[in-house]
DNA sequence: AACTTATCGATAAAAAAATATTGAATAGCC
DNA sequence: GGCTATTCAATATTTTTTTATCGATAAGTT
């Protein structure tokens, strides 16, 4: 089910941590190797390794891998530089919150509209809350490729069938519902609730002394 | 490093789905199999056996499971019965979004207060907002177990470290930034910038028919 | 120039997770 | 009451992922 074309999914995990690290290193870092990721991110050395070379070759030996062109490289494959246009559907809390983040232009995604039942938001954030109404018209214009859902739980699938039908090809779904959909569209589900799982579960086990990248 | 007493992380990042999807069932269902979940899930009926196996012996053969009985038993397990207490650190769009959504008391975490430096937040949002300079003393009293980080990223480790010195013993991390902490505090990272990477990536890859959970 | 050390990359081994197989249990039916 | 179909649970197999090992390469050192 998880599968993808090179790299793994757990790899695809990992890179943009990576990427993450890099951008935290000092500017006068010039060149960093794959144990000293390995080192600071807690991960297996190795691991590092592999996974880097999904993206990048230009590792040396005894040098390690310039921190720039890694970094490009990155960017590259998580396609950063390409811009992907999105919209979302729920302009409540969560979606204006994302609507006006203003911080995912740096990974290439830039949220051109929101939509809601809600008629008191219509023209809000900007003019970018529109009626849900609006949609299919919107997005024949706009031809946004990812839908976000924000919606509550019972809404999210009609929202999400609204977009498919819309000619979305990536869902992103922060609604705590497991979506169906058609062959050839792809879902993440952000779920929230999955993380709360692992902190409570966690805090209920003595002693805790685990720690956690995403899931 | 992802280790858990009893259950795997990969199980326990899908129990939250097996209840969303029972809470999601028609209330006249009394009985569920494995199969049937798994079927609707898109997941291997063994697989979901197992996980179910985890927190359950209350299927029987032939019969399924009783779909409220396994409910209350994920419920239990996944802490959604005890409450947890949290406090986050950044009243921005997002904190305040978290701050002010209201549906995490179903996964029994409270939120009691966000912290800011921003001076003209201090009071808002129901008087919930509070400066950062008060963080200790506030957590003195209040004991949050918890602590939800939504600070730019530069702001993140800060953050976090005043947190745990404030006696938090778990962090749910939305900035895009790798956290250090001592043993025994845990980290989850909300880490938007995967699920952005993922579906980037897979808008890349034509054709695109895959289905992903969380992550 | 040879030696040492850090590092990459490839291959091999180990561990973990997912899936398949089989057997047992039970409800419904003949 | 025995037969059949469905489903759980235990075991076995396969696949995937992680970790370890080894040889090669290049920078710094003596």
Redesign the interface.
């Known amino acids: 089910?998880?599968?993808?074309?090179g790299v793994s999914?757990q790899t695809?995990?990992r890179?943009?941590?990576y990427?993450?690290?890099l951008?935290?290193l000092p500017s006068e870092w010039e060149r960093i190797s794959a144990s000293a990721i390995a080192a600071?991110?807690?991960?297996n050395d190795v691991q590092v390794r592999k996974d880097l070379a999904c993206v990048s070759s230009s590792g040396r030996p005894k040098v390690g891998y310039p921190v720039d062109t890694l970094r490009r490289e990155l960017e590259d494959?998580?396609?950063?530089h390409?811009v992907?246009t999105a919209v979302i559907v729920g302009a409540g809390?969560?979606g204006?919150?994302?609507l006006?983040?203003g911080g995912?232009e740096a990974?290439?995604?830039k949220i051109l509209a929101a939509f809601d039942v809600e008629s008191t938001l219509f023209g809000s954030e900007g003019g970018k809350i529109w009626p849900l109404a609006k949609l299919g018209e919107l997005c024949a214009q706009l031809h946004p490729?990812?839908g976000i859902i924000t919606t509550p739980?019972d809404a999210a699938q009609g929202a999400c069938d609204l977009l498919v039908s819309a000619n979305v090809?990536?869902i992103?779904n922060f609604a705590?519902?497991?979506l169906r959909?058609d062959?050839?569209?792809?879902?993440?589900?952000?779920?929230?609730?999955?993380?709360?799982?692992?902190?409570?579960?966690?805090?209920?086990?003595s002693?805790?002394?685990?720690?956690?990248?995403?899931?």
């Open positions: 089910m998880r599968k993808s074309l999914w695809l995990q890179l943009p941590v990427l993450n690290y951008k935290s600071a991110l807690h991960l494959f998580l396609g950063y390409d992907d809390h969560l204006r919150a994302l006006n983040y995912f990974y290439g995604l490729k990812i739980a090809k990536a992103w705590p519902v497991h959909v062959e050839g569209i792809v879902v993440t589900d952000e779920n929230m609730a999955v993380h709360l799982a692992i902190l409570s579960h966690h805090l209920r086990q002693p805790v002394r685990e720690h956690f990248n995403q899931c």
